[in-house]
């Protein structure tokens, strides 16, 4: 399966699912997050608009990440 891994305001990501290295039997949204490059500590990801767990097995052809801000 080909997932869209939309980065808001950084741009998008085309990943095949097969191709992601994983332990577990499926990848899961941390999977695609390390594919691009994100820490699951600093981004929240998105299905349809709304918040799914890293560790949840992909099923989903569009996920949104949005990363978090902090400061003061």
């Not at 699912?17 to 039997?25: F, H, I, Q, R, S």
């Not at 999977?31 to 949840?56: A, F, I, K, N, T």
């Amino acid at each position: 399966m080909r997932v869209t891994v939309d980065v808001k305001g950084e741009g998008s990501h085309e990943l095949e699912l097969e191709e992601v290295a994983t332990d577990a039997p499926e990848p899961t949204y941390a999977d695609l997050l390390r594919e691009v490059g994100l820490s699951p500590h600093e981004v929240s990801v998105l299905v349809d608009g709304r918040p799914v767990p890293e560790d949840q097995p992909v099923e989903s052809e569009r996920v949104t990440v949005l990363r978090l801000i902090k400061g003061g």
